[in-house]
């Protein structure tokens, strides 16, 4: 005899009778299983932005105004247009002291015309003094005076290219004209214990100017 089963207990088997659907399965209103529709929903569109033109405006004039505003300073206040400046009295100093060659400076430049580099230092064969200048047009100078053997220092300068275009007098001395690198054009005066070159893609007017300023 088995023993008695709870009123309330779930039988294990849920296979339904014969010709009925299963239980767990939809069925439609003849006892047949229902048919779903397996079309997924329609995406949701996303909603329009709530921000107007006005408002969009307003976000960018409240980025722009901090970097105008720094922007300003830095012109103003920190010189960001101005070229960097340099003294070139010390350079010019330790290479009159050297006593290698003689050393001369432009006297009577306008206040237009900027020292960018100046230094002095000894190479092989003797010894070199460069001053850089930014011209009143913009244009980079270069004045170089060595005592470096000229069949040394111009093709060193100038490049192999280089070629002599004929005399000029600047300044009571005779200097000659040389073609040089890329865009440039340059200046030379030889001297028995020094060779002086301005170099540079400046304009002839400027070069002529800062080699007739040497004192």
Known sequence: MEPAQPADRVP???????????VD???GPGGEPAVTDPTPPPPLKPGKSERSPKDMAISLLVLLVPI????????GFLGGDEPTTVDPAPAIEQARSANV???????GLGSD??????RYQTVEGGANLRLGYLTPEGRGVQLLQSNVPAERLLPAELTSQGQPQGPTELGGRTW??????????????????RT????GDARDNELRELAGSLR
């Open 101 to 107: 060659f003689p050393v001369s400076q432009p006297e």
């Open 196 to 199: 002086v070159i301005v170099i």
């Open 68 to 75: 105008a505003l720094l922007l300003a300073f830095y012109r």
């Open 176 to 193: 000659q004209l040389y073609t040089a690198r890329g865009n440039q054009q340059a200046l030379v005066l030889l001297e028995p214990t």
């Open 113 to 118: 015309w900027s020292t960018v580099s100046a």
């Open 25 to 27: 399965v939809p069925s």
């Open 12 to 22: 294990a088997d849920r296979t339904p009778p014969d010709g009925q659907p299963p």
